[in-house]
């Protein structure tokens, strides 16, 4: 079964510090991958998509992420967190469908806090 | 440009009514999906729209839930009977043609069944 997972529910970290938030994915064909971001009372707004070639996709507001066929992986990173990070971080991961667009599956989130 | 759109963007009901959520896609977008996100979840499918077609409602949760999208843009969403469990912020998003499955969000409607 198609299925996302982001083993972290909440996470805190210091302002400056650095930040890795973790995805893992399931899916049977060839995955595209996301990480969104969405601030309280806020749609989702789209940090960074990889669909094929480099493995490391560069994103909005200094994000990062790294994809790991060999581990199913799409961990999301960031070198120096700012206050203004803090939000719900959700990884999802759709695909192609013989040229037909599907939905998106979502992990569940992960929450990240800042402390000064 | 204007990104997707919902209204309302807070709705409070009594349980048993109907209530009808709307989305504006982003123009030219032909796809479009509805989300729901309750609270403590992740989102949760609930149909999509090639065109005015849904090819997948799969996600709806039960018949009293129907969705329509006219002229390939606008896109309304019904519930029926409204139940408290129905309680969630609906998204919906949209995407381009000969996209990759790159979608773009709206704001939500909170819905609040009493």
């Known amino acids: 079964a198609q299925s996302v997972t982001q083993p972290d529910i909440h996470i805190t970290v210091s302002e400056g510090a650095s930040l890795e938030l973790r995805c893992n994915y399931s899916y049977g064909a060839t995955p595209y991958l996301f990480w969104y971001v969405q601030s309280p009372g806020q749609g989702l707004q789209l940090l960074l998509k990889?669909?094929?070639?480099?493995?490391l996709v560069q994103g909005i507001k200094g994000f990062e992420a790294e994809f790991k066929r060999s581990q199913s992986s799409f961990n999301l990173r960031k070198p120096s967190v700012h206050w203004s990070d803090a939000a719900e971080y959700f990884c999802?991961?759709?695909?192609?469908?013989?040229?037909?667009?599907?939905?998106?599956?979502f992990g569940k989130g992960t929450k990240l806090s800042v402390k000064p | 440009g204007a990104g997707v759109s919902q209204s309302p963007s807070n709705k409070v009901t009594e349980k048993g009514k109907d209530v009808e959520l709307r989305c504006d896609p982003i123009s030219g977008h032909t796809a479009l999906y509805w989300y729901r996100q309750s609270l403590g979840q992740g989102l949760e499918f609930l149909i999509y729209f090639q065109g005015n077609s849904a090819p997948d409602k799969s996600g709806l949760p039960s018949d009293r839930f129907s969705a329509e999208r006219t002229g390939g843009s606008v896109s309304t969403l019904t519930i029926q009977r409204t139940q408290q469990e129905d309680s969630a912020v609906y998204l919906c998003?949209?995407?381009?043609?000969?996209?990759?499955?790159?979608?773009?969000f709206g704001p939500g409607t909170r819905l609040t069944v009493l």
């Open positions: 990889y669909f094929s070639g480099d493995t």
């Open positions: 999802a991961v759709g695909g192609n469908y013989g040229g037909s667009q599907g939905n998106l599956i």
């Open positions: 998003a949209s995407s381009p043609p000969r996209g990759l499955g790159e979608q773009f």
